[in-house]
């Protein structure tokens, strides 16, 4: 039942916004502390416990993978209601802040990149290549190398 995956979606982000509350409270700060990203993660541990367990149906994973989509829409919401003039006017620290956290940031997108190599792809992608080049006779020509099996 795609209802399921919502319902799993909500009760992550009420237990989400709770411990965000709950935090909030035990920093000293009058706000929900990273509320949102407690409820995703707590969504991810428990899309991950629901296949481990062979509990995750079809139409539960479809509620889940579209509402889930939907948090980054939610997160530029709350993001946009936070009072920024006031953050930045409360001291420079929060300016070192958000300049220490782009910075590590980049420098971890970095890393990763070249960790991970680069992967030279296959039949398919030199094919997709060539018709986003414009290239129709290289296009049809790739299209007979993609085994006949294979799905798109």
């Known amino acids: 039942m795609i209802i399921?995956?919502?319902?799993l979606l909500?009760?992550?982000?009420?237990?989400g916004v709770y411990l965000g509350d709950l935090l909030g409270i035990?920093?000293?700060v009058k706000a929900n502390v990273g509320g949102v990203g407690i409820a995703m993660?707590?969504?991810i541990v428990a899309r991950v416990w629901l296949?481990?367990?062979g509990r995750l149906s079809?139409?539960?994973?479809?509620?889940?993978?579209?509402?889930?989509?939907?948090?980054i829409p939610i997160v530029v919401?709350?993001?946009a209601q936070q009072n920024v003039v006031a953050a930045v006017s409360g001291g420079p620290i929060v300016i070192i802040a958000a300049f220490g956290s782009l910075a590590i940031c980049f420098a971890a997108v970095a890393l990763l990149s070249r960790i991970g190599g680069r992967d030279p792809g296959g039949p398919e992608v030199e094919h997709g290549g060539a018709v986003i080049g414009g290239e129709p006779e290289a296009a049809r020509a790739d299209a007979a190398a993609i085994p006949a099996g294979r799905t798109r």
Not at 4 to 7: I, L, P, Q, T
Not at 58 to 71: Q, S
């Open 4 to 7: 399921a995956g919502v319902a």
């Open 26 to 28: 035990a920093l000293g």
């Open 77 to 79: 919401a709350m993001a």
């Open 58 to 71: 079809k139409n539960v994973k479809f509620g889940v993978e579209f509402w889930g989509g939907m948090y």
């Open 51 to 53: 296949m481990r367990h």
């Open 41 to 43: 993660i707590l969504l």
């Open 10 to 15: 909500a009760a992550c982000t009420l237990i």
